[in-house]
């Protein structure tokens, strides 16, 4: 399911956290991942989990590596469905978001890492004498 929201306040973040609560059985424990958005640490955030004990968030480190495959999977919305792309309102464009997520998820499959440890140390190597 997808929700898409105007503004990214605690107030959004706290109903998109009652949603999970509504929809996800109480007898499980819930771990969020999120990064380290001001949203997510604001005093009533802090006080709403500290009454519900199953959830536990994670905050990421700037940069880390797994968020490279969620911005690749936000580069491909852009690339297959936003980027020129004909939108009459907010309305529309939220609404084929919905539908490419929808399409997207019948046959989605993990994004695999290919880079390999040579790769990496080579680019590394070729960054330092760079800088």
Request: proline content about 4%; some cysteine; hydrophobic content about 45%.
């Amino acid at each position: 399911m997808t929700q898409c929201r105007i503004r990214h306040r605690h107030q959004e973040f706290l109903g998109f956290l009652k949603h999970i609560e509504a929809n996800v059985p109480s007898d499980l424990d819930l771990h969020l991942v999120v990064d380290n958005y001001a949203a997510h640490k604001h005093p009533k955030v802090r006080a709403w989990l500290a009454e519900r004990p199953r959830f536990t968030l994670h905050f990421t480190p700037t940069y880390a590596s797994w968020m490279n495959q969620v911005e690749r999977w936000f580069g491909l919305i852009t690339q297959r469905q936003i980027r020129r792309g004909s939108f009459i309102s907010a309305k529309d464009l939220v609404a084929k978001i919905e539908a490419f997520v929808a399409a997207y998820n019948v046959h989605a499959k993990p994004f695999q890492w290919t880079a390999t440890s040579d790769a990496i140390f080579a680019k590394l190597e070729k960054l330092s004498k760079a800088i």
